[in-house]
């Protein structure tokens, strides 16, 4: 998920780096080493998902472009749907692809706008360019990008705007969700923007606030790190001068996740858990 125009000037150095010192040496054989794994699993993936899409590489977009959304620091695109008969003040879903994806990829292999169809709601793909990620990963690890006010939080958070005003949704019922580094991205909209969404879903993401580089980035995603619940929490108080209610968050991570590590995914629970103030043991009603 890491990469991007921010990390070429990274791979000059990475060229250039035998009159380094032995351990900034190290460091950089590290990330190299982790680029790699990075690269060969999401090739992998990729394979796959090529192999399983059944619509034909031709077919017609069920989406449209809006442009001049608002400000756009993270020079991001935005791609929407609604249904034609949308009730008024209907919810609207944030859907946030993975690397290597478009929106219309994600919106193919989610099935977002048939079920928009189905229940009677609008969906908006932020979707991520080239020239800011060459994997077409958000950048969910970038202070520039994660902070609130900057970047492509801000951007993403002009489009929810935008499509409130565009589709006349319910301001109270908006949701986000990603997946991968969308999910990441997603970690990153709920910790930034909390009054904004009533609630999310994280799938195969990252915990906010878990990496400010690219190596760090690496590391949170491969190995973990042993964050106590409070510094998680915290991660997400300091985003924001929000202080309640919280967005309600549903986390789902895959147990064999090659790319994404699923303890993750209990590092997310960790945050939101000691965001909410809520024990770490699970309620059971009988």
């Not at 999401?42 to 192999?51: F, Q």
């Not at 620091?73 to 690397?99: K, Q, S, T």
């Not at 609008?122 to 991520?128: E, L, R």
């Amino acid at each position: 998920m890491p990469g991007g125009h921010h990390v070429a000037t990274h791979n000059d150095i990475l060229r250039c780096d035998m009159g380094l010192p032995m351990r900034v040496r190290g460091v950089l054989a590290r990330i190299r080493a982790f680029r790699s794994k990075f690269e060969g699993l999401l090739a992998s993936a990729r394979k796959k998902a090529d192999r399983a899409r059944v619509a034909p590489a031709g077919r017609p977009t069920r989406l449209r472009e809006l442009a001049g959304f608002g400000a756009n620091p993270g020079n991001l695109r935005m791609f929407a749907y609604a249904p034609e008969h949308m009730p008024p003040e209907a919810p609207l879903v944030i859907a946030l692809h993975g690397c290597t994806q478009t929106s219309d990829e994600y919106d193919h292999g989610t099935g977002w706008s048939s079920l928009a169809d189905s229940l009677g709601f609008a969906v908006v793909y932020p979707q991520q360019q080239p020239a800011n990620n060459p994997k077409n990963c958000f950048s969910w690890f970038l202070p520039g990008d994660i902070a609130r006010g900057h970047g492509e939080a801000l951007s993403i958070r002009e489009m929810v705007e935008h499509a409130i005003a565009t589709f006349a949704a319910d301001r109270r019922k908006v949701f986000v969700t990603g997946l991968s580094a969308g999910g990441a991205m997603a970690s990153v909209m709920l910790a930034t923007y909390p009054e904004v969404f009533a609630g999310g879903a994280i799938i195969a993401g990252l915990p906010y606030g878990c990496a400010s580089n690219v190596q760090q980035a690496f590391e949170a995603m491969f190995t973990e790190q042993g964050h106590a619940a409070q510094a998680l929490g915290d991660r997400v108080r300091a985003a924001s001068r929000h202080r309640g209610p919280w967005p309600k968050i549903s986390i789902w991570h895959g147990t064999s996740d090659p790319i994404v590590k699923p303890f993750n995914g209990e590092d997310i629970i960790r945050q939101w858990t000691n965001v909410h103030g809520l024990s770490n043991s699970p309620r059971i009603k009988n």
